[in-house]
């Protein structure tokens, strides 16, 4: 059985190499996956990784929750993420007014951050994990109302629960307070 993080925090404080080699592989993919998904390419992702561990080698023994160190692990490697893009960030020169290439003033890119991108992500993770944990009634009804792109009519979605169109709407409501408890349940 491996050990808990706070037994590893408490070994590496004590100078044990083995231990932090294994927070290290423990927590290898989540460091280096966050840039990668928040749109960084993989030398971006090497050295954010490699900040990320200096930085938590630094406040190895300043930290005061090290069971939990998997969200400290996120939260550092999140704005890690955002001080390289700041600092990598290119400024080209503003195009003139050019009548020739109306185009060349359009600078908006109506894209995702790789912050907000990366928080899209988790969130949609979350909620396919607490559709995951409703009862088979509920996520069917769920998943044909809201992740459809044309949700079916009442009569459809009544004959494969094998209910009435009228009890849709109750049942509906019933499922998405069961899915809130589950969201909340890990969110915590």
């Known amino acids: 059985m491996e050990p808990d993080d706070t037994t590893l925090i408490v070994a590496c404080r004590a100078g044990d190499q083995g231990a932090w080699e294994q927070l290290i592989r423990r927590y290898q993919r989540l460091i280096y996956a966050i840039p990668l998904r928040a749109g960084l390419g993989e030398d971006a992702a090497a050295e954010i990784f490699q900040r990320t561990f200096v930085i938590l080698f630094e406040k190895l023994d300043t930290l005061t929750q090290p069971e939990r160190l998997r969200a400290w692990l996120v939260t550092t490697t999140r704005r890690e993420c955002w001080n390289y893009s700041r600092r990598e960030q290119r400024t080209d020169a503003l195009p003139h007014d050019d009548p020739e290439d109306p185009g060349a003033t359009e600078l908006v890119d109506p894209g995702l951050l790789p912050d907000e991108l990366f928080e899209q992500m988790e969130r949609q993770h979350m909620v396919r994990q607490a559709l995951g944990r409703l009862d088979p009634r509920c996520r069917t009804l ?47």
Do not use: N, V, W
């Not at 769920?142 to 094998?162: C, N």
């Open 142 to 188: 769920l998943d044909m109302l809201f992740l459809r792109p044309d949700p079916p009519p009442y009569a459809e979605l009544a004959a494969t629960l094998g209910t009435t169109e009228g009890s849709i709407g109750p049942t509906r409501a019933r499922c998405l307070q069961k899915l809130r408890a589950q969201l909340a349940q890990l969110d915590h």
